[in-house]
């Protein structure tokens, strides 16, 4: 069993509008969560993470972890051409410095 | 976060022959992961290292394939030995940052075996 799981898409959203990124997770015991962006031929950069449960704002970014429900998500506001990209979610628990990553998604932001 | 630099940054190799990975961090960090990435697919975690201990490996992967050098804080190196086609991979490493949980990427290694 995948211990994070992500839809592949691609996810295809028009520039300007919301594009919405989702991750479940099946290991109860994981803590922190993290979203990379990796561009084609690049390393993951990372953009957000979040531990408590609610949500976390950063600038377009907004990262919202559900721990009852064991759903993670990552909301880019606004979103531009220069989003499209693979996102990565990653979960890390019992052992914080195990990250356990998700297959990604990939995001097509149409000009 | 911290700089990170990777050598080589590609290298095409023929399979038999084993090529060394250097990551080279520009601060002091508790631990260092190395990832592989395969073509079109996510991060795999081959093994951390720890400073002044040996290698953590992850299931699939055993230190005769993929030794791992640790020598100081800011170092580390791993080595694919003994290639074949199926070890064209990108390898990364990564960094634990300052807040402990989150990582930080090198730039990646793109290995080609012929």
């Known amino acids: 069993q995948k211990e994070v799981e992500q839809n592949s898409g691609p996810l295809s959203v028009p520039e300007g509008a919301i594009a919405s990124l989702n991750c479940t997770y099946s290991d109860r015991g994981s803590q922190s969560f993290f979203w990379y962006r990796q561009y084609s031929g690049k390393s993951p950069e990372l953009i957000m993470f979040?531990?408590?449960?609610g949500d976390k704002e950063d600038g377009r970014f907004t990262a919202q972890l559900n721990k009852a429900s064991q759903y993670v998500s990552l909301l880019i506001r606004d979103s531009q051409p220069s989003d499209s990209a693979t996102y990565l979610c990653a979960g890390g628990g019992y052992n914080f410095n195990k990250f356990y990553f998700g297959s990604g998604t990939k995001l097509n932001v149409k000009p | 976060s911290a700089v990170i630099s990777q050598k080589p940054s590609r290298d095409i190799c023929q399979r038999g022959t084993s090529l060394t990975i250097q990551c080279q961090v520009d601060s002091q960090v508790t631990m260092m992961f190395w990832y592989r990435q395969q073509p079109g697919q996510s991060l795999t975690l081959i093994a951390t290292?720890?400073?002044?201990?040996?290698?953590?490996?992850e299931s699939g992967f055993v230190i005769d394939k993929f030794p791992i050098s640790r020598p100081n804080l800011t170092f580390s190196t791993l080595t694919v030995s003994n290639m074949s086609p199926e070890d064209s991979s990108i390898y990364l490493c990564?960094?634990?940052?300052?807040?402990?949980?989150?990582?930080?990427f090198g730039p990646g290694t793109r290995l080609t075996v012929t």
């Open positions: 979040i531990y408590s449960n």
């Open positions: 290292a720890n400073q002044g201990s040996e290698a953590t490996y």
């Open positions: 990564s960094v634990d940052g300052t807040g402990g949980y989150e990582q930080y």
